[in-house]
């Protein structure tokens, strides 16, 4: 009575359902699977009440399974739709397949257990395991159907399960596709047991992503952090192939979504995140629209999860007021242009911020035979640290001293340097605050070191005697006093020497007569503990020799001419005000451009402008508001006067009216319409008398269907320049840090296939800055501002970052804090020897903190004497043939560099070159190969020749002097790098040029006197300053 009664209620629900579902045709209700299923199971009970007969019927009531799994899918998705979960896609797949599978399972074991009956009489389990045989395709045959209904029914049931199951897995394995592409979820469990970082970017890059995850995992701390990437875009194959590595499988998850849907930073947990990083895409044609994605993409995270922290990278300047909420921004243009900038006072300023921004253990480039790889490799594991100095080893002892001393002391101590400080009561940091800053317990000192504080094991100096090769390697061939420094040098253990005051007028301090002369070489004075009033006030830095040695004249002239302030108009929202030399009246804008005369002036090019100092170029594509920045370092007020180089805007577009009206303020800045691949316009612009070009990577070459041929056309645009111009100083921006080996590109040059192989051997050892021993990138000539995207990844362990940056740059000017600035080691300066002594100089007479030393060699497996270019294997015979030949090279080398000048000397030249090589086999081979190398040196100078005619025809044509036009002056020959906070040991050379971190000139001028006059005191190659008016 029972199952009747079910069957009747199940019927009528079927009934009621088709009814309530009935849209005008009937026969689809009729048709339906469940409908056909209630009516074989509950027809046959109904029946029955009215034919008794009927009760021992077989009513497969087995069938209901597939009612229940009808009912349960529909279950699952009313739940789902009920809590509004809409990733449920793949959960309710899965869920139909199991349930799919079991029905069939569960059918086929009743039907065959049922008409087995009248044959074997198969219990249950036989009949599960009959089926299971048959449905996996293995058939074992020991369990087979017998009657003839049986088998029939097994036909039908396999029919079925190949009709259905393909189906079932078919989408199965499109969802899985699907989530793999989207990459899933990253699961509320993870997220609040786990620390996670969520990175946006609108296309992800295997060159960006790597960067990232190499300076991310470089801290020590962050080793069990997750990187959630939330990208629109599909996986590239280059990325997936990289994320298959497990060292990065089982950190990376990656998310195909969008910032701006609330479900995609649901799915990546956006609300529990330690922090979120916004990239923005640099590679687009238009980057004010990839900023504006950057903007919307931070608005969203902000609305989503107000409490996570933002790290936003922005291009634009002029953008970047609308993120002011952002915990951390770095804008892209203001950071290029203010480096650029330094890098034509200061050289190399980009490497020697590239460096500081980037994690090394400082370990690239030691197993190379060249010194100045070790020193250069070592010196660049250099970083910035911070720790409370009541806290501090190296820094506790100077609480209640001046800034100087104990940045001084503690560097002849641990080889640590002190840079900066930041006060408990404020906020700003302070570069070299100057010996009127005392020390206290709660101060915050920023220090660049080779490892922090924390990580370094001290060792006394008993134990330090017990291991005597490690000091060994400071004495070096002079032989010199060691002071401390094991830490600077590339190793964690620091040597604690002997701190007791030494008179610093002793004979250690000073050079030994020579000969017959008896007059003492001058000695250094100590750096005392509390800065002396007196002295600071006879050492003013705005004060101005040149101004004594001008006529009263020229000064009251030179007086109307600039004046100092801060600038009256600025392009964009957001600058930083900045104390600059002024013109007292803006330039009208007809005489702003350079190659056209106007009523005002007359000149159509530089050189009529009869500059004193040499020009600035920069080759731009457009003025942006970038630009500005640009400027405003080569101008501000604590550059000398008479130093102001001319600056000439080389530019493809004329600029806006509001750009030249905020550059019309500023002395000798100028502009022209042109392009680099026009000589002619380069010759306009001065370029035969310029100190620097600077080659800035232009927006519409930015992207290209080749990601690293977006810098084809710069790299060679440059190579032509240092072909024309090969004396003149060229700094080019990239915008792939890989294409820095084709810059200066010399084919067969041996010296730079060594390098290159080096730089394969440090990308092999998972060098995050294997192209640092290039030589363009050394030297200062070439960077890529993709290099400094580590600036925003190292904020997040290093929040002061970001502020040091801009303050060396002098993007932002805090009252107090110290600028960067450089001097140049002379002849006269070489009595210091030491950078030690060096470093107690500085500090006791000007204030001045030295960070590093930039240096130029020789290249000692240079091609330049010959400039010939040869392969690496023949390279070692032309060596000997220039040691057996060094006499008659150097006189026909001679000969023919004085027969350059005069074409009647030079023709004779190659006639004699070709009478020589007919003659060639009368000769040795040794003889032959340096008639040969001979040869090829004329050939080379005739096609240097033909390239200086060019140049020197061009002027003429142009009307423009060709004196001043040094084609053969070749740099080829020389190579630079930088020594970032060197030991105390290190010797000085003639030229180096010593990077300084000088004290804020306005902050020893006293309130009462506004204005004043003084002498400067007298320093190793420091520069004068100007008088400032207030």
């Not at 003659?919 to 040869?935: D, F, L, N, V, Y």
Request: proline share 4%; hydrophobic share 35%.
């Amino acid at each position: 009575m029972e199952k009747v009664s079910v069957a009747l209620i199940s019927l009528f629900e079927t009934i009621l359902l088709g009814y309530l579902s009935y849209k005008g045709n009937i026969w689809e209700q009729i048709l339906r699977i469940p409908f056909i299923l209630e009516i074989i199971n509950a027809v046959p009970f109904i029946i029955s009440i009215f034919w008794p007969s009927l009760r021992n019927l077989f009513v497969p009531v087995f069938l209901n399974c597939w009612l229940a799994k009808h009912a349960l899918e529909n279950m699952i998705n009313d739940l789902h739709r009920a809590i509004q979960r809409t990733q449920s896609a793949m959960f309710n797949q899965v869920l139909i397949l199991i349930s799919t599978l079991l029905c069939l399972i569960f059918t086929c074991i009743c039907g065959i257990q049922h008409l087995e009956r009248i044959g074997k009489k198969l219990n249950l389990f036989d009949s599960l395991y009959f089926c299971i045989v048959t449905f996996s395709t293995v058939g074992f045959g020991d369990v087979t159907p017998e009657t003839w209904s049986s088998k029939l029914f097994v036909v039908a049931m396999i029919c079925v399960a190949l009709v259905v199951l393909p189906i079932q897995f078919e989408q199965l394995a499109y969802l899985w596709m699907e989530r793999q592409k989207s990459g899933g979820n990253y699961s509320r469990h993870r997220a609040q047991t786990e620390k996670h970082v969520v990175l946006c970017v609108s296309s992800l890059k295997i060159d960006l992503l790597m960067d990232f995850l190499n300076e991310f995992y470089a801290h020590p701390r962050l080793q069990d952090y997750y990187v959630v990437i939330l990208c629109p875009t599909e996986m590239d194959v280059q990325v997936r192939r990289v994320l298959q590595i497990p060292m990065w499988s089982q950190r990376v998850i990656y998310l195909q979504g969008s910032a701006l849907k609330d479900q995609d930073l649901l799915r990546a947990k956006m609300d529990d995140a330690e922090a979120c990083f916004i990239l923005s895409s640099r590679c687009e044609v238009d980057r004010t629209s990839s900023d504006h994605q950057t903007i919307l993409r931070a608005w969203a995270v902000k609305d989503f999860a107000p409490n996570c922290p933002l790290y936003v990278q922005i291009l634009k300047p002029e953008n970047k007021f609308h993120i002011k909420f952002a915990d951390h921004v770095v804008c892209e243009e203001e950071f290029k242009y203010a480096m650029l900038a330094l890098n034509c006072i200061c050289p190399a300023t980009s490497t020697l911020i590239t460096l500081l921004v980037h994690t090394s253990r400082g370990q690239e480039g030691q197993q190379s035979p060249e010194q100045w790889q070790k020193m250069y490799g070592r010196c660049s594991g250099n970083e910035v640290y911070h720790i409370v100095l009541e806290e501090s080893t190296f820094f506790a002892e100077y609480e209640g001293k001046s800034f100087t001393y104990a940045s001084f002391h503690a560097h002849k101590k641990f080889g640590v340097c002190l840079i900066g400080v930041r006060r408990e009561d404020n906020k700003n940091i302070l570069l070299n605050p100057g010996p009127r800053c005392i020390m206290n317990a709660t101060d915050i000192c920023f220090y660049i070191n080779i490892t922090k504080e924390e990580n370094s094991a001290f060792k006394n100096q008993d134990q330090q005697k017990k291991s005597n090769v490690s000091r060994s390697f400071y004495h070096g061939p002079s032989r010199l006093p060691v002071h401390s420094i094991i830490a600077s040098m590339g190793t964690v253990a620091i040597d604690l020497q002997d701190t007791s005051c030494r008179s610093t007028s002793g004979p250690t301090l000073s050079l030994p007569t020579e000969g017959s002369k008896e007059i003492r070489r001058p000695s250094i004075a100590p750096v005392l503990e509390v800065a002396d009033t007196s002295s600071i006030q006879t050492c003013d830095l705005l004060s101005d020799q040149s101004e004594d040695e001008t006529t009263p004249d020229e000064e009251i002239s030179s007086n109307l001419e600039y004046a100092k302030g801060y600038p009256p108009y600025s392009p964009y929202i957001g600058s930083s005000p900045t104390f600059c030399h002024l013109l007292h009246e803006k330039v009208p804008f007809c005489c702003l451009r350079l190659d056209k005369s106007c009523q005002h002036n007359y000149y159509e090019d530089a050189k009529a402008y009869g500059f004193k100092n040499k020009l600035i170029i920069v080759a731009a594509e457009t003025a942006g508001n970038g630009l500005y920045n640009f400027i405003v370092p080569l101008r501000a007020y604590y550059r000398p006067k008479k130093e102001l180089n001319p600056i000439v805007l080389l530019l493809d577009n004329p600029p806006d009216m509001h750009f030249l009206d905020a550059i019309c303020w500023f002395p000798m800045v100028y502009y022209m319409v042109g392009s680099i691949d026009n000589l002619d316009d380069l010759l306009r612009c001065g370029v035969t008398f310029a100190a620097n070009m600077v080659v800035v990577d232009k927006e519409s070459t930015m992207s290209a269907e080749e990601d690293y041929m977006a810098d084809a056309k710069t790299i060679v645009n440059v190579q032509t320049l240092f072909r024309l111009f090969s004396s003149l100083s060229i700094i080019t921006e990239l915008t792939h840090p890989a294409n820095m080996r084709f810059m200066q590109f010399r084919a067969k040059d041996c010296y730079s296939l060594a390098l290159s192989k080096l730089e394969k051997k440090e990308r092999e050892k998972g060098s995050n800055l294997a192209f640092m021993f290039r030589l363009p990138f050394a030297a200062g000539r070439v960077f890529s501002i993709s290099m400094l995207d580590t600036l925003l990844y190292q904020s997040f362990v290093k929040d002061y970052m970001i502020s040091i940056t801009r303050l060396l740059l002098g993007l932002d000017t805090t009252p107090g804090s110290g600028f960067l600035c450089s001097m140049k080691i002379t002849e006269d300066d070489l009595w210091i020897r030491t950078y030690a002594r060096l470093y107690q100089k500085l500090c006791s007479s000007t204030g001045d903190v030295p960070i590093g030393i930039y240096r130029t060699e020789s290249q000692k497996l240079t091609t330049s004497e010959s400039q010939i270019s040869i392969s690496v294997e023949e390279w070692e015979d032309t060596k000997d043939c220039k040691e057996q030949g060094h006499h008659r090279s150097n006189h026909r080398n001679s000969t023919s560099s004085d027969q350059s000048d005069h074409p009647l000397l030079r023709r004779k030249s190659m006639q004699w070159a070709r009478r020589l090589s007919r003659k060639g086999p009368k000769h040795s081979g040794k003889t032959a190969e340096k008639i040969t190398q001979q040869r090829l040196n004329l050939y080379r100078r005739s096609e240097r020749q033909e390239l200086a005619e060019l140049v020197n025809n061009r002027m003429k044509h142009l009307g423009l002097s060709t004196a001043g036009y040094d084609e053969m002056n070749d740099h080829q020959s020389t190579l630079s790098y930088i020594l970032i906070n060197p030991s105390p040991d290190t010797r000085l050379e003639l030229n180096d040029v010593v990077y300084l971190i000088r004290p804020d000139p306005l902050a020893y001028l006293p309130n009462s006197e506004p204005s004043r006059k003084n002498s400067i005191c007298n320093t190793t190659g420091q520069d004068s300053r100007e008088e400032t008016q207030l």
